[in-house]
């Protein structure tokens, strides 16, 4: 079937013109004994729905505060479903910042020796202190792709889980670099003010719960080009998060923007370094 | 993978799917709701927002129901609303077990505004599932000829107002109370992966709706342990975008079959319709 067929068949939201990359996809909440099986199920969903590729990060089993084994198996497991489906999936190598040296072995050994062309920080420490700044320091080195968690809890952060505050004191340290502030806090109302004024944070939409008006909000504070697409799959669904931008009041052009145009302008410099095409 | 090979390598797949979209006669959606929302201005969906989505009848609760007292005012301006919607929008009024003379609530519901269908807030208005006001409630609601919308809960509790905040209606009493009433029809909406595995495990007469479970290929996953005539297509619109759930019905591999179970058959089975 040609390109042209298929259009006329597509419903409103499945309109193929848009291209779409998942920025947040992970390998648990999905069913499968290996890691290839479960990023070939995440596929499976992903073509679907329209999904043509995905940021894998973290493993089949997950720690809130992983040690260097622990997070070196997590990543071989992303290794190994990336490389099955190369042409589908990029990683993001997970670190821990409270493991300095070792999380940047990892990152020479998964991205500057190996495939991947991102970093995840997620809840073992807060990512305001001066621990993390060796590892943004080599990131921005290596061109990845910074990915921080952050939530604002109406129930309560982790002890260790960074708000969107927090990545703004980051942030500061390194305004020419842009990181991305994962879930854009949860509480999005409020995450969205937090980062606002901080012009190199971009807001990663995945993760919550379908609410009006997240992408419209994001859009009109922020502007569209600092706004991602993410679904945080599989634990969520790539419907409930794709429906924040193909259901949002915003032009189509915005909408196309948001699925892959903001992420592939931060990826570009790593793409072309590592000369992959996509 | 270039563009054109993904394409071409998804057009088989993608074609199935489509078939959750088509322009059907009818499609249900049994968690709509209309009035405002104490803390953010939802989008204005009426009847017409939802006939352009494709869906045609939409089960309709207020908003105004979770926190005003007079009740009987919010679901007289409920039944004006749906009045206006051309048989689109079904009005599901509200009682308030706690509020003096809750029972002429029901008798106006059924009397003055022909509901067929009461959407109950236990979290919001301050009951459990086991309190014995709640079993009389529900065999009121019965007698009447009606029938019950539990919500499980309205929003995520991280993301809740400071001030405001409502945990989740416990679900467990519904097992045994369900057999102790056995002619109450109880449709539970907004239960997640988690309460529909453990608290609602067994709770064979329940219906439930979609619009909060989660997951890749949730719908799917649900049905696996769930019976199929007893899940229903729901959007919680419009504190959800609409289009979640209809791209729930896309993302997971459902027949025909199912699908015209999910969006028509169970509804209608819920509401008594032959
Ligand atoms: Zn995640």
Redesign the interface.
Known sequence: ?R?SD?LP???W??N?KF?IWDLHCHLS??PGLTPEERLG??L??A????I?RLCVYMGMKWSQDPAPDDFRKQNDEVLRAIAKHP??AFGFVTLNPKHVAESLAELERCVANGPMVGVKLWVAKRCDGPEIDPLIARAVELKAVIFQHT?F???ANYPGESTPDDLVALAKRFPNVPIICGHTG????LGIRAIRDQKNLFADLAG??????ITEMAVRELGTERVIYGSD????????Q???V????ITEAQKQQIFQGTLRSLMNPILKAKGI?A | MNRRLFLQSTAAAAATPLIALEPAAERLDVNFATGPWPFRDLPQLDGDSLKQRGITQAITGSLEALLTRDIAAVNARLAAECAKSGGVLLPAGTLHPLLPAWREDLRRCRDEHAMKVIRLHPNYHGYTLADPLFADMLDAITDAGLVVQIVAQMEDQRTQHPLVQAAPVDLKPLHDLLKAHPKARVMVLNANAAMITTALRGCASLWLDCAMIEGVGGIENTLKAWPAEKLCFGTHAPFFYPESSLLKLVESELSRTLLTALTVDNARAFLGRV
């Open positions: 079937m390109e298929l068949r597509m419903h939201l499945m193929p291209r909440g999905v199920q995440l499976r969903y073509d679907r729905v329209g043509e042409d589908r939530w809890k109406t129930t949860g509480t999005w109302e919550s719960d379908p609410t009006a008006g799959c599989g634990g969520r669904s790539f419907a409930s794709l429906a924040k193909h259901g949002a009041a095409q």
